[in-house]
């Protein structure tokens, strides 16, 4: 009985150290997952954080964005307003000039035949 007994004992501690072996292998593979996991995540957490960083600079691009339209539109609104009035200050000028062109037509009316006729009277008296 004693053969059988060391038998059983021997195979019990071959199979053991499979066992164990089987379980440390597990163990490396659990470990080597949960790195991987940890590495991934790592990963997934810088590239929320670099997709935050971008977003707030897109906002903030945005807002300094707004702020330009607006100021450019408030020039532009200046610029049209100041070109409204010298377009009307152009338009009252030329009415002057054309309100000065026809007096000066008509005083030409007048005096051209007396200068004619002056001109007349002198060459008559040389």
């Known amino acids: 009985m004693l053969g059988l007994s060391l ?5 019990i501690s071959s199979k053991s150290g499979h066992i164990t072996f ?6 490396m593979a659990n470990k080597y997952t949960t790195a991987v996991k940890t590495a991934a995540g790592n990963s997934v957490l810088l590239r ?3 997709m935050h960083d971008l977003t707030t600079q897109l906002s903030e691009g945005c807002r300094e964005a707004d ?4 100021r450019l539109e408030q020039e532009k609104e200046e610029l049209e307003s100041a070109l409204e009035e ?5 338009q009252q ?14 005083i030409r009316q007048q005096i051209d035949p007396r200068i004619a006729e002056k001109e007349e009277e002198f060459e008559s008296t040389r």
């Not at 010298?86 to 152009?90: C, S």
């Open 86 to 90: 010298a377009e009307a200050a152009l």
């Open 67 to 70: 702020k330009i339209r607006r």
């Open 22 to 27: 089987v379980l440390s292998t597990i163990d």
């Open 7 to 11: 038998g059983i004992k021997i195979s």
């Open 48 to 50: 929320v954080d670099e």
């Open 93 to 106: 000028e030329e009415a002057k000039t054309a309100r000065a062109q026809l007096e000066l037509g008509a």
